[in-house]
């Protein structure tokens, strides 16, 4: 054990958005041991030790899927938090998380840059689910390798397990599951067995005896197919957690949360008229007087035909008493402080392009998330209201601070895209404490079951998601076509997928390349679908945003189209298939 350092001291910091007095930090072992007292609004302190008996902590080492384990997890009714990667084992273990699930990333174990952890999480008697980039980190921790292979794998592929292990009890001997890596466990480490296979490479590894295991698999997604029945083994199987977090016992929370903070304060809150604004709208009614609350519906000027009127009229059956204020102009006009460019580390700022000029979807998403708070800024002061009186209220769910890489949500992701409730602007009226998002630690699923809970009619609570940026975000412009020097060759790919059966007929150097990235069952069944149907795949000129590997890509979009019905079982065979084949195509 280290020195233990008695002197007495104090100091302020951040933690998940929320202030703690630090005192007495004991250093053992290089880990600061600290007591926390959480400060409440009036600066008085709190307990902000949380009870997690029977919860889930989802150790966050970066990965975009994080929010889905979150989800499948709580989808199932078990509590779960994410935490930074590097959370000590005593705190895991004093707050009484029940298993730890250590999710994926972007890094490679070996990188210098790779992410700091606790290795005794591993030997505090916790259940483990390592994947993907947490299966790596445990193998390496009890003295197994990692290397990189010279084969990305990247789709949905079908491998073959051991259905005697726990984790994948009642399964069949072969599952099909996404894979996306470049890492790959050489070695196994010592106590530890193979569990799953993808061909050669290691897709899944147990120690049953210490309830550790891993998966380079992603059983999280929905293309793992029996990826809920994997996750269902390890929480009520091998952890033995229980499932009592339920929709109901959550809206109490938000309600006494909700009240707490604003106490006879009002709040703006900005409605769009989907799914997420309108439950956190009614929420702010029923936890708040009526006269607190503040609708307001701004027309960005991008909205889809009668968006507005659509969503005044539903608003108004509803009781909701609502401002619309056409900023159309203004949005068309918008503008935002950007860093100089990419690879400018320094704190300088430029002024961007107007809304109408820029084509960027990033710069877009920034420029409009401002402009929607100058606007409601401007609000408050035509109703004679004094700013630092008024709360911002959104209906900022958990997925879109994760994409956006809030601390919030995660320390270590990457930005996939920042979301308009998430820019600069919106961060620093966070961190002043002048926003409301009682729907934060919330999935769009748990969101619509809390909209039904709290009375709101179905066409509401099932409406399709359209996001706040509207058409701006939906319609993809570019100053020039995106074409690289790959895409010819890529878009020759294509035709040799979806015309397998004639291609094989007169080979070709690049059917080699498609032949070795698919198994032979996927290859009859390629057969057997480019014979039955008439089909065709090309190359759009054009970028979207994607994810491979925990990290964004930016790339190509591909086109399917067939000459007759569409066979959405043969489509969807070959969504899944072109990106394993094509990295440059998004998924």
């Given at each position: 054990?280290?020195?233990?350092?008695?002197?007495?001291?104090?100091?302020?910091?951040?933690?998940?958005?929320?202030?703690?007095?630090?005192?007495?930090?004991?250093?053992?072992?290089?880990?600061?041991?600290?007591?926390?007292?959480?400060?409440?609004?009036?600066?008085?302190?709190?307990?902000?030790?949380?009870?997690?008996?029977?919860?889930?902590?989802?150790?966050?080492?970066?990965?975009?899927?994080?929010?889905?384990?979150?989800?499948?997890?709580?989808?199932?009714?078990?509590?779960?938090?994410?935490?930074?990667?590097?959370?000590?084992?005593?705190?895991?273990?004093?707050?009484?998380?029940?298993?730890?699930?250590?999710?994926?990333?972007?890094?490679?174990?070996?990188?210098?840059?790779?992410?700091?952890?606790?290795?005794?999480?591993?030997?505090?008697?916790?259940?483990?689910?390592?994947?993907?980039?947490?299966?790596?980190?445990?193998?390496?921790?009890?003295?197994?390798?990692?290397?990189?292979?010279?084969?990305?794998?990247?789709?949905?592929?079908?491998?073959?397990?051991?259905?005697?292990?726990?984790?994948?009890?009642?399964?069949?001997?072969?599952?099909?599951?996404?894979?996306?890596?470049?890492?790959?466990?050489?070695?196994?480490?010592?106590?530890?067995?193979?569990?799953?296979?993808?061909?050669?490479?290691?897709?899944?590894?147990?120690?049953?005896?210490?309830?550790?295991?891993?998966?380079?698999?992603?059983?999280?997604?929905?293309?793992?197919?029996?990826?809920?029945?994997?996750?269902?083994?390890?929480?009520?199987?091998?952890?033995?957690?229980?499932?009592?977090?339920?929709?109901?016992?959550?809206?109490?929370?938000?309600?006494?949360?909700?009240?707490?903070?604003?106490?006879?304060?009002?709040?703006?809150?900005?409605?769009?008229?989907?799914?997420?604004?309108?439950?956190?709208?009614?929420?702010?009614?029923?936890?708040?007087?009526?006269?607190?609350?503040?609708?307001?519906?701004?027309?960005?000027?991008?909205?889809?035909?009668?968006?507005?009127?659509?969503?005044?009229?539903?608003?108004?059956?509803?009781?909701?008493?609502?401002?619309?204020?056409?900023?159309?102009?203004?949005?068309?006009?918008?503008?935002?402080?950007?860093?100089?460019?990419?690879?400018?580390?320094?704190?300088?700022?430029?002024?961007?392009?107007t809304l109408n000029m820029t084509t960027n979807p990033e710069e877009?998403?920034?420029?409009?998330?401002?402009?929607?708070?100058?606007?409601?800024?401007?609000?408050?002061?035509?109703?004679?209201?004094?700013?630092?009186?008024?709360?911002?209220?959104?209906?900022?769910?958990?997925?879109?601070?994760?994409?956006?890489?809030?601390?919030?949500?995660?320390?270590?992701?990457?930005?996939?895209?920042?979301?308009?409730?998430?820019?600069?602007?919106?961060?620093?009226?966070?961190?002043?404490?002048?926003?409301?998002?009682?729907?934060?630690?919330?999935?769009?699923?748990?969101?619509?079951?809390?909209?039904?809970?709290?009375?709101?009619?179905?066409?509401?609570?099932?409406?399709?998601?359209?996001?706040?940026?509207?058409?701006?975000?939906?319609?993809?412009?570019?100053?020039?076509?995106?074409?690289?020097?790959?895409?010819?060759?890529?878009?020759?790919?294509?035709?040799?997928?979806?015309?397998?059966?004639?291609?094989?007929?007169?080979?070709?150097?690049?059917?080699?390349?498609?032949?070795?990235?698919?198994?032979?069952?996927?290859?009859?069944k390629l057969m057997q679908i480019t014979s039955l149907h008439s089909?065709?795949?090309?190359?759009?000129?054009?970028?979207?945003?994607?994810?491979?590997?925990?990290?964004?890509?930016?790339?190509?979009?591909?086109?399917?189209?067939?000459?007759?019905?569409?066979?959405?079982?043969?489509?969807?065979?070959?969504?899944?298939?072109?990106?394993?084949?094509?990295?440059?195509?998004?998924?």
């Open positions: 054990m280290g020195t233990v350092r008695s002197k007495k001291t104090t100091c302020m910091t951040w933690l998940n958005g929320c202030q703690f007095l630090l005192f007495n930090p004991v250093w053992i072992d290089r880990c600061v041991l600290c007591v926390f007292l959480q400060l409440d609004i009036s600066g008085e302190p709190k307990d902000a030790l949380c009870d997690y008996e029977g919860a889930v902590v989802i150790l966050d080492a970066g990965a975009q899927y994080g929010k889905v384990i979150d989800r499948r997890v709580r989808e199932l009714f078990v509590q779960s938090e994410i935490l930074p990667l590097e959370t000590p084992a005593f705190a895991i273990r004093e707050q009484g998380f029940r298993a730890i699930i250590i999710s994926g990333g972007p890094n490679s174990v070996y990188a210098e840059d790779a992410p700091r952890f606790d290795p005794a999480i591993f030997t505090i008697g916790k259940p483990v689910l390592g994947i993907c980039y947490g299966m790596q980190m445990m193998n390496k921790v009890f003295g197994g390798t990692v290397h990189r292979k010279s084969v990305r794998e990247d789709g949905v592929f079908s491998i073959g397990i051991d259905n005697s292990c726990s984790l994948f009890r009642g399964l069949q001997k072969e599952e099909m599951v996404l894979l996306t890596h470049g890492d790959s466990v050489d070695k196994v480490a010592e106590g530890f067995k193979v569990v799953a296979q993808s061909g050669n490479i290691i897709a899944g590894i147990a120690n049953e005896q210490k309830k550790l295991y891993g998966t380079q698999f992603h059983p999280e997604v929905d293309l793992t197919e029996r990826g809920m029945d994997m996750l269902r083994n390890f929480l009520f199987e091998i952890a033995g957690c229980t499932s009592n977090f339920t929709v109901q016992n959550r809206q109490l929370a938000c309600i006494r949360d909700i009240r707490e903070k604003v106490d006879k304060s009002k709040v703006l809150v900005l409605l769009s008229g989907g799914v997420d604004s309108t439950v956190c709208t009614a929420l702010l009614n029923k936890a708040l007087n009526q006269e607190q609350v503040i609708a307001v519906h701004i027309d960005n000027g991008f909205m889809r035909k009668r968006e507005s009127q659509s969503v005044e009229e539903a608003l108004t059956k509803l009781g909701i008493k609502l401002k619309v204020v056409n900023a159309a102009h203004t949005f068309y006009n918008g503008t935002t402080t950007l860093p100089i460019s990419e690879e400018d580390r320094t704190p300088r700022k430029r002024i961007s392009k877009k998403r920034k420029i409009i998330g401002d402009t929607f708070v100058k606007v409601a800024n401007e609000v408050i002061g035509e109703m004679n209201l004094k700013p630092e009186e008024v709360y911002l209220a959104q209906g900022t769910l958990r997925p879109d601070l994760i994409e956006s890489a809030s601390h919030l949500a995660s320390g270590k992701a990457e930005v996939i895209k920042t979301h308009h409730n998430d820019t600069e602007l919106v961060r620093k009226l966070r961190d002043e404490g002048k926003v409301i998002e009682p729907l934060k630690d919330f999935h769009k699923d748990e969101v619509r079951a809390l909209g039904r809970e709290l009375g709101l009619p179905e066409e509401i609570v099932s409406r399709h998601p359209f996001p706040g940026p509207g058409l701006a975000i939906r319609v993809i412009c570019a100053d020039e076509p995106y074409v690289c020097k790959d895409f010819a060759e890529t878009n020759n790919i294509l035709k040799i997928i979806t015309d397998f059966s004639a291609s094989v007929k007169k080979p070709h150097t690049l059917l080699q390349r498609v032949k070795s990235c698919i198994s032979d069952e996927e290859e009859e089909l065709n795949a090309f190359l759009l000129p054009i970028k979207t945003v994607g994810v491979q590997g925990d990290s964004r890509s930016y790339s190509y979009v591909c086109g399917l189209t067939s000459k007759e019905a569409p066979h959405w079982e043969s489509l969807m065979f070959l969504a899944r298939l072109i990106p394993r084949i094509c990295h440059s195509i998004n998924r």
